[in-house]
């Protein structure tokens, strides 16, 4: 990645020079770096700069990330003394003391009037009763009790007891009676004073067993009395009765009528409970927590309680405080400074020896840092999500946070822009620094590093956009699969959790695969790179310059789909990409578009412009295609490197059939003193500079050529493309090409074997006539 990383030999300086010459993806603007070390070494500075501060600035060291209500991995000692108001121990103790609030509770006084009256009423008709009975000289006296009890009962619904009715009538005078009823109301009353509850009641109170409360509150009389239930009251109500100065039998009878009026007469009042609570709460001072140096927050395998978390987030920011230093530096962000530093170096070393296209392309380390920049950017504001206020205390979030990182996003991009190996390295980078960013280790490094590895599997010869999403969709089953063994295994989730987690795993990996899709365009506009899916959609026929070339230049569009055939076949053998070779092929000549009639292939016979002009001016035309075509394609945005195939398919190749004529003018014509340059007779290239380009020359000009071969047979084609290699070859064309002998074997082979399968002739088939004539032949 960076020139200060390898010392190089003068053998190794001219080996590069010569790639750097012939690279097509190296970039001219940025020779000013690999010439300065200090340089390169200042950018690498920035560039660890840059991501430690995205992914660790502000954050304290304290161990792995913790989640409430599941097991801690580690132990978490303080290691300084700190104190802290909680608010998860203060909220606690609130709710536990509001428990002993009194509850307020108002007397209903109407449910001993109502019993009152109707009592007033009973000794009032028990006089007249008696006057009744007096009367009737003691005629029918029991059936007159017991047709008032049944009509007072029904009338004022009090179920009176016969017999204690007759029992007071017969052995009280009615002075004596409304004397003792009297005496029995005013008892009655005290003990509705003091408030009588029920099972309503009771649901408000701390036990609906034990009628004993710490405090209540009746008509703002505050008590810590013994509340009375209604069993309580009647024994309250026959104490009070047999203690007066009576007969058992008289006592018995007016407990069984006085009885009936006790009733819960207390009324629970919400309203002012809850501003009593309200009061309480606010005049509450919070709980002061005090941590001294080894004290124990979380202990190694504690289930995590509320509390302890959010003692840990304190811990943390108390840590951050502690280790601030100048300009907001701490030393932990010094430490991740160093790890940064580490596998960025790292890197470089892999850049260096590993083969890949990232190893001479300053382009390809650009674009790479800038997918690796972004994806750590969007994963540290996820994992911020999980410091928040709103998420940070929510347990299913935390649990599935790690399996929604985005880890697959950065690795799909580069593994089709560049290539596997540069893929590989972005998984490892990003799978570093996602573990180091959640504190962990192996436990979340490995999962993250196979899942990535599975995508880039899946990444290969990706030609459909379909497969994009295919390929994240797989790097989320393993990173699912894998969750279920950590979770298992280490972190002891239930089942429903390692559930959510591996679901969380593979929307991951599919929305990673629609994101990647998403920004393939920008990235290719942005660093002029093509991937094999833009080039596949390149080769539909049915592109607008292609049908255009079908229709104004037929014989073109069938020379170049026979172009398209050489180079993808050929491609395939030498290595090279086989997509560029066949869309850069469709293209090269979309010049011939514009003038189709000055140029053979789609000539009507007998009709040929060149005849009428120069030599030079045919030259020129026929130069120019190359030029317009190139304008063709800077408008309908075809890729660079299809324009750069455009640009150099027929190298500075010199058109011999004009130059030769011009030749001949001039000897036929010796007065003539114009001199004849060769320049002018040669295209202005430039000259291949990389295998695909240098594919499409060859097949370019084989291909034409062979249309004029009188006789196909192997050995002329065999000859043929020889003879045109040699040429070629001797004119200097491939000096700028990272081509070798031994691949410019195998295309001239590849060319020979296609070319002959392309133009053999058919077997030609008998007429009708003939095959009557033998039928009717005699045997």
């Not at 978390?309 to 108390?318: A, I």
């Not at 050929?570 to 010049?591: K, Q, T």
């Not at 030079?616 to 075809?638: D, F």
């Not at 034409?704 to 045109?724: F, G, V």
Request: include cysteine; charge should be neutral.
């Amino acid at each position: 990645m960076f020139p200060f990383l390898k010392r190089k030999t003068k053998k190794d300086l001219v080996v590069e020079a010569r790639r750097k010459r012939v690279d097509i993806d190296a970039d001219p603007h940025l020779a000013f770096f690999e010439k300065y070390k200090w340089t390169s070494i200042g950018l690498f500075v920035c560039a660890t700069l840059l991501l430690s501060w995205v992914c660790f600035w502000n954050q304290s060291g304290t161990g792995p990330k913790v989640i409430p209500n599941q097991m801690a991995r580690v132990q978490i000692v303080a290691e300084f003394d700190f104190s802290y108001e909680s608010e998860e121990r203060t909220k606690l103790f609130k709710e536990q003391r509001q428990q002993m609030v009194a509850p307020a509770y108002q007397i209903d006084r109407s449910v001993y009037d109502l019993f009152s009256q109707k009592i007033e009423l009973l000794k009032k008709e028990l006089a007249e009763l008696v006057e009744k009975i007096i009367k009737g000289h003691d005629t029918n006296r029991l059936q007159l009790i017991k047709e008032f009890r049944d009509t007072f009962s029904t009338k004022e619904n009090l179920k009176l007891n016969a017999p204690d009715l007759t029992l007071i009538l017969e052995k009280l005078s009615t002075k004596e009676r409304n004397v003792l009823i009297d005496e029995g109301l005013f008892i009655l009353k005290e003990i509705f004073r003091e408030g009588i509850y029920g099972q309503n009641n009771a649901s408000t109170m701390q036990d609906k067993n034990v009628p004993y409360f710490l405090s209540i509150e009746i008509d703002g009389r505050k008590k810590d009395t013994h509340i009375q239930s209604e069993a309580d009251a009647m024994r309250f109500l026959r104490m009070n009765i047999w203690a007066l100065d009576i007969s058992e039998d008289i006592s018995s009878a007016l407990f069984h009528i006085l009885k009936l009026g006790i009733k819960p007469n207390l009324v629970y009042d919400p309203e002012t409970t809850q501003k009593r609570i309200q009061n309480f709460l606010e005049s509450t001072d919070p709980i002061v927590v005090k941590r001294k140096d080894g004290d124990v927050i979380i202990p190694r395998g504690a289930i995590v309680s509320t509390e302890q978390y959010e003692e840990l987030n304190v811990y943390r920011q108390k840590v951050r405080e502690r280790q601030e230093m100048g300009l907001g530096i701490d030393t932990h962000f010094l430490r991740n400074y160093l790890f940064t530093a580490v596998v960025m170096l790292f890197a470089c070393l892999y850049v260096r020896i590993i083969p890949s296209r990232m190893r001479y392309s300053k382009r390809c380390i650009g674009m790479s840092f800038l997918v690796l920049f972004f994806n750590l950017f969007f994963m540290r504001m996820l994992m911020e999500l999980g410091n928040s206020v709103f998420l940070g205390k929510n347990v299913f979030f935390l649990g599935i946070l790690p399996f929604t990182l985005p880890i697959f996003w950065g690795t799909i991009l580069i593994s089709i822009l560049i290539d596997a190996s540069a893929g590989l390295l972005m998984a490892f980078l990003l799978s570093a620094f996602a573990a180091a960013m959640q504190g962990c280790g192996i436990d979340v490094l490995f999962p993250a590093l196979l899942a990535g590895a599975a995508c880039i599997q899946a990444c290969r010869d990706v030609r459909f956009r379909s497969r994009v999403i295919r390929a994240g969709a797989i790097g989320g089953v393993i990173l699912g699969i894998c969750a279920f063994f950590v979770g298992r295994l280490i972190d002891e989730f239930s089942f429903t959790m390692i559930g959510y987690q591996a679901l969380a795993s593979i929307a991951n990996g599919v929305i990673s695969g629609v994101l990647a899709i998403g920004i393939f365009p920008l990235l290719e506009h942005l660093f002029r790179y093509t991937t094999d899916i833009t080039l596949l959609e390149l080769t539909d026929y049915n592109h607008p310059l292609l049908r255009k070339l079908q229709l104004s230049a037929p014989g073109t569009y069938h020379h170049s789909l026979m172009v398209a055939t050489l180079a993808e076949r050929a491609a395939v053998e030498i290595d090279a990409n086989p997509l560029i070779c066949r869309a850069s092929a469709l293209f090269h000549d979309i010049g011939k578009i514009l003038k189709p009639d000055y140029f053979s292939e789609n000539q009507k016979e007998g009709i040929n412009p060149h005849e009428e002009k120069n030599p030079s001016m045919s030259a020129l035309i026929l130069k120019s295609h190359v030029k317009e075509g190139l304008e063709l394609a800077k408008e309908q945005k075809l890729p660079k490197i299809v324009l750069d195939i455009i640009c150099q398919h027929h190298g500075t190749t010199l058109i011999q059939y004009f130059y030769h004529k011009a030749l001949k003018l001039r000897a036929d014509n010796p007065n003539t003193d114009e001199p004849i340059e060769e320049s002018t007779f040669r295209y202005d290239g430039p000259k291949p500079l990389f295998k695909e380009s240098a594919i499409v020359f060859f097949a370019d000009c084989i291909e034409a050529a062979s249309r004029s071969l009188q006789k196909l047979t192997p050995q002329s084609i065999e000859e043929l493309i020889d003879r045109l290699f040699a040429e070629r070859t001797a004119d200097h064309q491939l000096e700028e090409c990272p081509i070798t002998f031994q691949e410019i074997q195998k295309i001239k082979t590849s060319f020979n074997s296609t070319l002959l399968n392309m133009l053999h002739a058919r077997v030609s088939y008998p007429k009708k006539e003939e095959n009557r004539a033998l039928i009717d032949t005699p045997q």
